[in-house]
């Protein structure tokens, strides 16, 4: 399978199973379009008509770039076989019942009011409540138990709010610290955080404990105020963004991200970006809401449209600004074209509900931090490790060729069948469809692609 497309001036064509990228001239793009379904006579003839005022497409060229094209599909870079779907779900068997992440919830409760949240305001659906120090030292405890072999693990701290139980935050981590070189294990953390509580504590050591620190900030004043409000309904922007900004500072400009969300209210996110670039932010994400289909906030097809051509525009800002010297990172734009992901993690997916789960405050076990509170998805709890296998199965069983829909779509080795979570709050089951995110996630890849293709150009390598 291969996929055609141009942009920013590039003709770019993508051979799905092997991950080749060609960059090729308008020639080159007409031939591959007609390769498989024509002669190559068929193809000679049909070029020559396109191009009759153009002296420089002959005969000979048409058939020596039939010949290029011909022996990039014999080197396997160009409409290279499907073999993938035997082996789709064996992947995740080999690894058996290993556990390598968790998303600790040490906060059901938040100190802001969005109206957005697909966490209720940090309730997930139920009560308020902090995690207890003894409930978080067992879900550590349960990862290095059930982790094997594997030495390094991940915990990122989540909420609601973290930092509303941050003494317990700490405390975790210390604990980790102390035992983990006896178990063999190296522990990452990450932390999430609206920014209400971050002081010179938190900063000291988030800076020193923390390899990432996520931080929710949508953009443009008026943008975020509009839904990241505190209880008495007062914008929060003013008050979290020196903070942001001091924190960054500290952290040298590295290991963070900014973490923002686009909405019906705000889908020329580009202004956001640039927004957030004003400030001194270079490391960033937008993320399109999840939310009901009939939610205020939710993205109409007229909005997708407008998001689609931000991500174009927001791509030719990337290169304008790294021609300059003043480059930024953005999340859904990391792309290795050339070392990895590996086909293990393009075939399986993210590893919710395998080797990946959250953990509510009374230590509980999810999927991920998304099915928190959907009962029926609960997995078992950290004392007792799974008791639902069935349901650990169904997700182990969940990967890029699970979905019907995802058979003939050249983006599935990049998404690996997309986000489980929102497949069934879509589609009510973890084996549909999203189809706007589906939608936007191509043209990120698109977008991606490109800006990895330029950036190729402009080094001489290709």
């Given at each position: 399978?291969?996929?055609?497309?141009?942009?920013?001036?590039?003709?770019?064509?993508?051979?799905?199973?092997?991950?080749?990228?060609?960059?090729?001239?308008?020639?080159?793009?007409?031939?591959?379009?007609?390769?498989?379904?024509?002669s190559?006579?068929?193809?000679?003839?049909?070029?020559?008509?396109?191009?009759?005022?153009?002296?420089?497409?002959?005969?000979?060229?048409?058939?020596?770039?039939?010949?290029?094209?011909?022996?990039?599909?014999?080197?396997?870079?160009?409409?290279?076989?499907?073999?993938?779907?035997?082996?789709?779900?064996?992947?995740?068997?080999r690894?058996?019942?290993?556990?390598?992440?968790?998303?600790?919830?040490?906060?059901?409760?938040?100190?802001?009011?969005?109206?957005?949240?697909?966490?209720?305001?940090?309730?997930?659906?139920?009560e308020?409540?902090?995690?207890?120090?003894?409930?978080?030292?067992?879900?550590?405890?349960?990862?290095?138990?059930?982790?094997?072999?594997?030495?390094?693990?991940?915990?990122?701290?989540?909420?609601?709010?973290?930092?509303?139980?941050?003494?317990?935050?700490?405390?975790?981590?210390?604990y980790?610290?102390?035992?983990?070189?006896?178990?063999?294990?190296?522990?990452?953390?990450?932390?999430?955080?609206?920014?209400?509580?971050?002081?010179?504590?938190?900063?000291?050591f988030?800076?020193?404990?923390?390899?990432?620190?996520?931080?929710?900030?949508?953009?443009?004043?008026?943008?975020?105020?509009?839904?990241?409000?505190?209880?008495?309904?007062?914008?929060?922007?003013?008050?979290?963004?020196?903070?942001?900004?001091?924190?960054?500072?500290?952290?040298?400009?590295?290991?963070?991200?900014?973490?923002?969300?686009?909405?019906?209210a705000?889908?020329?996110?580009?202004?956001?970006i640039?927004?957030m670039?004003d400030?001194?932010?270079?490391?960033?994400?937008?993320?399109?809401?999840?939310?009901?289909?009939?939610?205020?906030?939710?993205?109409?097809?007229?909005?997708?449209?407008?998001?689609?051509?931000?991500?174009?525009?927001?791509?030719?800002?990337?290169?304008?600004?790294?021609e300059?010297?003043?480059?930024?990172?953005?999340?859904h734009?990391?792309?290795?074209l050339?070392?990895?992901?590996?086909?293990?993690?393009?075939?399986?997916?993210?590893?919710?509900?395998?080797?990946?789960?959250?953990?509510?405050?009374?230590?509980?076990?999810?999927?991920?931090?998304?099915?928190v509170g959907?009962?029926?998805?609960?997995?078992?709890?950290?004392?007792?490790?799974?008791?639902?296998?069935?349901?650990?199965?169904?997700?182990?069983?969940?990967?890029?060729?699970?979905?019907?829909?995802?058979?003939?779509?050249?983006?599935?080795?990049?998404?690996?069948?997309?986000c489980?979570?929102?497949?069934?709050?879509?589609?009510?089951t973890?084996?549909?469809?999203?189809?706007?995110?589906?939608?936007?996630?191509?043209?990120?890849?698109?977008?991606?692609?490109?800006?990895?293709?330029?950036?190729?150009?402009?080094?001489?390598?290709?």
């Amino acid at each position: 399978m291969i996929h055609q497309y141009k942009l920013n001036g590039c003709n770019i064509v993508l051979d799905t199973c092997s991950g080749a990228v060609h960059a090729v001239d308008e020639v080159a793009y007409d031939v591959i379009a007609l390769f498989e379904d024509h002669s190559e006579d068929q193809i000679v003839s049909a070029l020559l008509e396109k191009y009759a005022g153009r002296p420089d497409v002959t005969e000979a060229e048409l058939r020596e770039c039939i010949d290029d094209v011909r022996a990039l599909r014999d080197a396997g870079q160009l409409f290279t076989p499907d073999t993938y779907a035997d082996m789709a779900g064996t992947f995740k068997e080999r690894s058996g019942d290993v556990v390598k992440a968790l998303c600790l919830h040490v906060a059901h409760t938040c100190n802001l009011n969005c109206s957005y949240c697909f966490a209720s305001q940090g309730k997930y659906h139920g009560e308020r409540a902090v995690m207890p120090f003894e409930v978080g030292k067992q879900a550590l405890d349960f990862l290095m138990d059930h982790s094997g072999s594997r030495r390094n693990l991940e915990v990122d701290f989540f909420g609601g709010e973290p930092l509303m139980n941050w003494d317990v935050v700490k405390q975790l981590v210390r604990y980790a610290r102390s035992v983990e070189k006896a178990r063999g294990k190296n522990f990452r953390f990450t932390l999430t955080t609206n920014g209400m509580l971050i002081d010179d504590d938190v900063i000291d050591f988030a800076n020193r404990e923390m390899s990432n620190v996520v931080l929710s900030l949508d953009g443009r004043k008026e943008v975020h105020d509009r839904l990241r409000v505190d209880y008495a309904g007062n914008g929060s922007w003013e008050r979290i963004v020196p903070k942001f900004q001091k924190l960054v500072k500290a952290r040298g400009g590295k290991n963070y991200y900014m973490r923002g969300t686009f909405t019906h209210a705000n889908p020329d996110f580009l202004e956001d970006i640039k927004c957030m670039l004003d400030l001194g932010f270079t490391e960033l994400s937008m993320e399109p809401v999840v939310c009901a289909p009939g939610d205020p906030a939710a993205l109409t097809a007229e909005d997708l449209e407008v998001v689609k051509d931000q991500y174009e525009k927001l791509s030719a800002l990337m290169l304008e600004r790294e021609e300059e010297g003043r480059p930024f990172t953005f999340y859904h734009y990391m792309l290795d074209l050339t070392g990895g992901p590996c086909i293990y993690k393009r075939i399986s997916g993210c590893g919710s509900g395998t080797e990946y789960m959250a953990v509510t405050p009374w230590g509980d076990l999810y999927p991920c931090h998304q099915f928190v509170g959907e009962e029926s998805f609960k997995l078992g709890d950290i004392w007792h490790g799974v008791d639902n296998p069935a349901l650990r199965e169904e997700f182990r069983s969940c990967n890029a060729y699970a979905r019907p829909e995802c058979a003939d779509c050249w983006a599935k080795l990049y998404c690996s069948g997309g986000c489980a979570a929102n497949a069934y709050h879509a589609a009510g089951t973890i084996r549909g469809v999203y189809e706007p995110g589906c939608q936007l996630f191509r043209k990120r890849i698109e977008c991606a692609i490109m800006v990895k293709v330029v950036e190729a150009q402009r080094r001489g390598e290709i």
